[in-house]
Each structure stands twice: as C-alpha cells, then as structure tokens.
C-alpha cells in the first residue's frame, strides 16, 4: 500500500458544484501539504498544516480550504469549483526534521 | 527563497552519468539545496539534499561549489527510467527544521536516450 494516498484519482465535476479531495498516510508524520500542478509548470502549494491544530495558507490559497481531521487526514475543499481550477493536485507529508517530503499519485481534477 | 535557474531540458545517453546543473546565485547561508523528479504526471519524489558539503545517496550525487552559488545532481549511470522531470529547489527549512512548503519551479526535463 502507498504511504500517502488521495482520494479520488480522477475527478470531473461542474461549475459551481463542491468537491472534497481526501488524502491519508501511513508515514506517522505530522506535516502535510497540498499542491497543485498545471501542465507544464511546476507544484505551487496550496496549503499546509505542522499538526491537527495547526493550518496554514500556502501560495495560492483562495478559492480552497482544508481540514487536518487527524494526524493522518489532510482533505483539500474547494467550495464552488471553477475551470482554472482545473489541475493535478498533490497532497504530500513530512516528518519534524523533514529532509524530504513524501507526494501522493495526485488526483486529476477537471472543472467543466 | 532564493530563485534557481535550470536549463529547460537535457539528453544524455543510456549507461551515461546524466549530470544536471542548478545555478542559485541568490543563496543565503542557511538555505538547503534539494533536488526532487517527477516521472510524468506521479508524485514527486526526494532525490537528495545538501547544505554545503558534497552527498551522495544511493540514487545520486550532489556537488555545491565552494561558494554555493551553483549544484550539479549526478545520476552515474542513468538508465530509461531515469527520464522525468527534476527540480532544483533552494529553501531555509520552516521552523522546526523540516523541508517545508517546498517551492517547485519548472525544472529541467532530463531525457535519457537508449
């Protein structure tokens, strides 16, 4: 089983509609990240979070919001999907000392 | 964070050391150089990192000059599956020392040829 899983891998939603993408680990660690991928560019992060209590805006944070519902759970939200929202998403994890990040499959994601 | 610079892409051949530079001339003294790939549309993954002195794991080595303004990732003998992006990536860790909210720009797109 993969140490860092997201939930759907592929996704097409509309206009308008919300839509949850999940993520889990099996790692232990207290960060995690989301990022997302546009083609031909490279991750920009979304949001992060060092524990449960702790949650923090990445680059690019409007349009989207999180949840940390455990060390293990780190679910990206975006509320009324729009098309430029329209990419890969990656949902990562690292340990305190954190010399490198771990990255789920991504999750493709279409907005119509 | 300080900004890299990497070519857009590279060929090299099967067997070869595929040698990928980074120049990061902006650098401070407390920044890491990571380097991360991506095999087509997957999730990253960590190659190595390094602060000042030379490292080498068991997938790559990694050379910062003696003024730190520039790297070069060193895959020995690359193989096909070695073909993907790979990102050069300078970061002053977050608090609690952990290599946070990495920054990923392009990268260079490393072919490797059979």
């Known amino acids: 089983d993969a140490d860092v899983t997201q939930t759907p891998r592929n996704r097409i939603t509309k206009t308008g509609k919300r839509i949850m993408l999940e993520c889990s680990q099996t790692?232990?660690?207290?960060?995690m990240y989301w990022y997302r991928q546009d083609p031909g560019l490279g991750l920009r992060l979304i949001y992060y979070?060092?524990?449960?209590?702790?949650?923090n805006k990445g680059e690019i944070s409007d349009g989207y919001s999180v949840s940390r519902q455990a060390q293990a759970k780190f679910s990206l939200s975006l509320e009324s999907a729009i098309p430029n929202q329209t990419a890969l998403y990656f949902c990562?994890?690292?340990?305190?000392?954190?010399?490198?990040?771990?990255f789920g499959q991504g999750t493709r994601l279409t907005v119509v | 964070d300080a900004k890299t610079t990497q070519p857009t892409s590279m060929d090299c051949a099967e067997g070869r050391a595929a040698n990928l530079p980074c120049n990061h001339s902006?650098?401070?003294?407390?920044?890491?150089v990571y380097w991360y790939r991506q095999i087509h549309s997957q999730g990253p993954q960590y190659i190595i990192h390094?602060?000042?002195n030379n490292e080498t794991n068991e997938m790559a080595s990694l050379i910062i000059t003696e003024d730190r303004k520039s790297s070069t990732l060193i895959l020995p003998h690359a193989t096909l599956r070695d073909t993907a992006v790979y990102y050069c990536?300078?970061?002053?860790?977050?608090?609690?020392?952990?290599?946070?909210?990495?920054?990923f720009g392009k990268g260079t797109h490393l072919i490797i040829q059979p």
């Open positions: 790692k232990g660690h207290d960060r």
């Open positions: 979070s060092f524990d449960v209590k702790d949650i």
């Open positions: 990536i300078v970061r002053v860790p977050l608090a609690g020392g952990g290599a946070d909210g990495l920054t």
């Open positions: 990562a994890t690292s340990d305190h000392i954190g010399k490198e990040a771990f």
């Open positions: 902006t650098i401070s003294g407390n920044e890491y």
């Open positions: 390094g602060l000042k």
